[in-house]
């Protein structure tokens, strides 16, 4: 057995990135020289008010955005469960209201809109994507309901990587609205994936609500924000303070916004190189892993996806034993999304792709490329998984 690596290769991006090194140096005097409260009227307060505001008039302007549409939460999932549990506590229509989702959404958006279905709050439909990862456009205008007040799909899956078609959700949308002359369904999409290589500017996405997190685009864990469009109705959902027009209560983690913004903007920066880059990265691994392992089974649409994202099953071995075996290699990957990684069921994304024929195949290995990743790097892994399944008697 090959010793494991002291070189580190990490391809788990899509869990979380490295701070950049920018990013660290933004926020570093406000852990210390200007900590006072954004929200006290000293002159450490103003001081830290000025930066919070800065930076969200920096956010709004990547999105294309105005300064008083941005809010900052405490990640991804807050952002999330802001949107939705904000548009159905914002609802004030006689109707129960009804949700329009996708079945590979993040878990921050699933679960949210389970715990609604069985409070009674609301109704959901779920929406199956195509065999390829993406949903069709005409199953959610099918879906449309006259009480239907909000839907949410995600920009970019977090485990397949594959591209949904939000332009055209978004235009569904608005006829739809246009015909009953209504203010719903409001459009939400989880861009956290996104962020790093996608156009992200929410005119013309054409959604209402744009969620993300700092830590998936090199910034700083625990902190992201939500774009909520001028007069949609939300709600707030914690009470509290007034911090963040009333939205969101709690006082505001400087450092982080000042981090996530930063971020933002080196990332729009490097999008279209990353994703040139990547891409043919990307592409070169696809290569040699179907070369090297020819019944191994591509999870998503092979070219509406991230530039960054390769998903693979490999039939009749343990996605979990993959990961831990290219682990003794210092290869970073991941089994399925790291907020579900401590269970052992196999990924609900990978599983919807398939027939029930195919349970099999369920299992899946995901590498997320990054802004350190390397052709070299490929090659490696690729040759680390075909020693691995030598010793596992799954190549001759």
């Known amino acids: ?123 959901v439909t779920y929406v199956p994507v195509e065999e390829n990862g993406i949903v069709d456009p005409k199953k959610i205008k099918k879906a449309l309901k006259k009480n239907t007040i909000l839907v949410s799909v995600m920009y970019a899956n977090n485990e397949i990587g594959t591209i949904q078609p939000i332009r055209e959700i978004a235009k569904t949308i608005r006829h ?48 992201g924000a939500l774009f909520k469009k001028r007069n949609i109705p939300l709600a707030r959902i914690n009470q509290g303070g007034d911090q963040e027009s009333g939205l969101r209560p709690g006082t505001e983690n400087v450092a982080g916004i000042i981090g996530v913004a930063t971020a933002l903007e080196i990332a729009e920066k490097m999008k279209a190189r990353e994703a040139k880059r990547l891409t043919a990265i990307r592409d070169q691994f696809f290569a040699k892993l179907v070369r090297a392992f020819p019944n191994i089974v591509i999870n998503g649409d092979p070219l509406l996806r991230l530039p960054n994202n390769i998903n693979i099953s490999v039939p009749d071995i343990s996605s979990e034993l993959l990961v831990i075996a290219l682990d003794a290699y210092g290869i970073c990957a991941s089994a399925k999304s790291a907020c579900h990684s401590g269970d052992d069921s196999a990924s609900y994304v990978v599983g919807a792709l398939r027939s029930s024929k195919e349970n099999e195949i369920t299992g899946s290995v995901r590498f997320s490329l990054g802004r350190t990743t390397k052709k070299s790097d490929v090659t490696e892994v690729t040759s680390a998984l075909v020693e691995i399944m030598h010793r596992q008697n799954r190549l001759p």
């Open 176 to 223: 739809f609205k246009k015909s009953r002359d209504a203010q719903y369904p409001l459009f939400h999409t989880d861009a956290a994936q996104a962020m790093n290589y996608l156009d992200v500017a929410v005119e013309r996405l054409g959604v209402d609500l744009l969620s993300f997190s700092g830590s998936k685009i090199y910034g700083p864990k625990g902190v």
């Open 1 to 123: 057995m090959k010793k494991a690596s002291k070189k580190t290769i990490y391809l788990d991006n899509a869990s979380a990135t490295p701070a950049d090194p920018a990013v660290i140096a933004a926020m570093e005097p406000y852990f210390g020289r200007i900590y006072g409260n954004p929200s006290s009227l000293h002159a450490l307060g103003v001081q830290a008010r000025s930066a919070v505001e800065s930076a969200r008039e920096r956010v709004a302007r990547v999105l294309g955005a105005h300064a008083d549409e941005i809010f900052f939460t405490s990640g991804g999932t807050e952002s999330d469960n802001l949107a939705i549990l904000g548009a159905v506590e914002g609802y004030v229509g006689k109707a129960k209201p009804h949700i329009v989702t996708t079945n590979i959404e993040h878990s921050a958006v699933l679960e949210t809109c389970r715990a609604l279905e069985s409070s009674g709050r609301a109704t």
